[in-house]
């Protein structure tokens, strides 16, 4: 049982520190009846660490071992020399360097156990080690060389072990550092570094002192803990463990930590774009593992429009007012979703709209111009700056703006007006047509009719006038013929005087009784032409004549009875 629980810890030794070891005891080597047994070939160890030099002996029974004795010196000697001594009961035989640091694994010498640990190895210590065992042999004090084993003791090659447990953001988590070997000697320093330096517990985390972990009662396990709440700031950056042996000998251990994290998904990209243009956005998310990317854009359906890992860019060509809307950008990691959105504007312009135009009654314009677009146009009137007197009126509906713009003018025939609309998409300019007020149109077209039909009524009462004129005159005439066929006394003769005073002869004043009528008839006519001759040709001055018809006709009747006692023919004077 003994024998099992060494060779139990030997190989355990030999595992944790890697010795290279054909066999953990070789065969016996004997002189007379003393035995000695050595791993075959030498033993490796590595410097910072400790070294097992498993070792068992078999004596005669006359002889009582009672101390061990370990010896280092060159290979070539038979027997080491007493300067040489690395371990003995008295440690004032010790070399100084070896002084503390090596040790039997079974300080009972009865149980023939003769294996030694050597701690704190340098590599200075790699040579040839010899045994020898003092005891009483047939009671007499005596001692012999038993064999030599051989030590070889490389650079420290081997690493610390570090835990690496799965870290996620806002949790927190603990790492373990061991360091390497399970040796009693010296215990190492263990210093935890975060991005290539050694950080306080403020910067990193808690660290834990030293922990030793006795296995056996010659091995021991030797630790450092740090406790840590993760972040984004850990993740991919580099955790250090360095462990510092005796002798300025120091090995490290570096993680690379993989810290689960997420941010808030970022959008790039303008949000803000011409119809007609790409829409071009980004959605990307810092995080690890990478977040899975759904862009959707918000409607009952939720249409889905793009997805990709760890950004996604949604792209749509030739946008239209219809691609206005609010966008969002999805981020799926390790179960959970979070969102942002994008409120896309698409800005576009129309041409200045039908139902534009300008109306002028009572001597005021009034002109309105109709526009739209997103956002808004701006219209302005090129006509206000020459006039110092106006209104404008502005009002908004939907996209639409509606501006009215009243002016005083006392005619708006020569006045051209011009609304002029502007936007970031562009700009329109109309010349607006200027129409008159129906009803004051109305009444001005009936004042015109008015003056047309009294100035028809002047025209008509003129021409009744002149033909009522002309009546009285044919009358007037018609009656004078008359009066000048009856018969009459001469001296009462109404006699017609030419404004020239000259007289009419007799022979023109009455004639015959056969052309009698017809004479008087051209007698009429001559003097109407030479009234009208006069009148026209003569002076403006207007002159009377008194005819007293009923003398005439009197005078008719004696003219006709004359004529029939007598063919002589009687004159008549007339004077104008």
């Known amino acids: 049982m003994f024998t099992f629980f060494w060779t139990t810890v030997l190989f355990s030794l030999m595992a944790f520190n890697t010795y290279t070891v054909d066999s953990a005891l070789g065969r016996p080597l004997c002189s007379r009846e003393f035995c000695i047994t050595f791993n075959e070939g030498e033993v490796t160890a590595e410097a910072g660490l400790c070294v097992v030099i498993p070792c068992s002996f078999i004596t005669p029974d006359e002889f009582t071992p009672k101390n061990i004795v370990w010896f280092k010196c060159d290979s070539w000697k038979w027997k080491c020399s007493e300067s040489e001594i690395i371990f003995h009961n008295n440690r004032n035989k010790v070399r100084s360097e070896f002084l503390g640091r090596v040790s039997l694994l079974d300080p009972d010498v009865g149980q023939r156990n003769c294996s030694i640990m050597i701690n704190d190895l340098t590599t200075s210590d790699s040579g040839s080690y010899e045994l020898k065992i003092n005891g009483l042999y047939y009671g007499n004090t005596d001692g012999f060389f038993l064999g030599q084993g051989t030590v070889s003791v490389k650079d420290l090659r081997q690493r610390p072990t570090v835990t690496n447990p799965p870290l996620t953001e806002g949790q927190q988590a603990t790492l373990t550092c061991t360091a390497p070997g399970l040796c009693s000697g010296s215990p190492p320093k263990i210093t935890w570094m975060w991005r290539g330096k050694e950080e306080n517990e403020s910067m990193i985390g808690n660290i834990t002192a030293l922990r030793t972990e006795n296995l056996t009662a010659v091995t021991q396990r030797h630790s450092s803990t740090l406790t840590l709440n993760p972040s984004a700031e850990h993740h991919n950056s580099n955790i250090t463990c360095k462990v510092s042996f ?12 993989k810290v689960n994290y997420k941010r808030k998904p970022h959008i790039t990209g303008n949000t803000t774009v011409k119809e007609g243009d790409t829409l071009n956005l980004t959605c990307s998310i810092d995080s690890f593992p990478q977040s899975l990317v759904v862009w959707t854009k918000h409607s009952p359906s939720g249409i889905h429009l793009h997805n990709d890992t760890g950004s996604a860019t949604l792209v749509v060509s030739n946008v239209t007012a219809e691609d206005s809307g609010q966008y969002f950008c999805t981020a799926i990691h390790l179960g959970s979703m979070v ?20 109306v002028f009654q009572s001597k005021l314009l009034t002109c309105v111009c109709i526009a739209k677009g997103f956002p808004l146009p701006t219209i302005t009137w090129p006509l206000l700056k020459d006039h110092s007197k106006y209104s404008v009126i502005n009002t908004v509906s939907n996209h639409t703006v509606n501006t009215t713009v009243t002016i005083s003018l006392e005619q708006h025939q020569n006045i051209s007006v011009e609304c002029f609309s502007s936007h970031e998409n562009g700009e329109a300019q109309k010349n607006l047509t200027v129409q008159q007020d129906v009803l004051e149109k109305e009444d001005i077209q009936s004042k015109r009719i008015s003056k047309t039909v009294f100035r028809l009524e002047v025209i008509v009462a003129f021409l009744i006038g002149v033909l009522l004129s002309a009546t009285i005159c044919f009358l007037a005439q ?44 051209e007698n009429g006519a001559v003097a109407a032409e030479r009234c009208s ?8 001055d207007l002159q009377y004549a008194s005819i007293n018809f009923s003398i005439l006709r009197r005078r008719r009747e004696k003219e006709e009875a004359t004529e029939r006692e007598s063919t002589l023919t009687d004159y008549a004077e007339i004077k104008i």
């Open 246 to 257: 005796t002798g300025d000998i120091t090995t490290e251990e570096t993680l690379i930590l």
């Open 339 to 358: 969102s942002v959105s994008a409120d896309v504007k698409v800005t576009w312009f129309s041409e200045i709209l039908e139902g534009s135009g300008c």
């Open 533 to 540: 001759s006069d009148v026209s040709n003569g002076p403006k």
């Open 478 to 521: 018609k009656c004078n013929r008359k009066s000048l066929k009856k018969p009459g006394n001469l001296d009462e003769t109404l006699k017609m005087i030419p404004q020239d005073g000259s007289l009419i002869d007799d022979g023109q004043a009455v004639q015959n009784d056969k052309s009698n009528d017809q004479e008087a008839a």
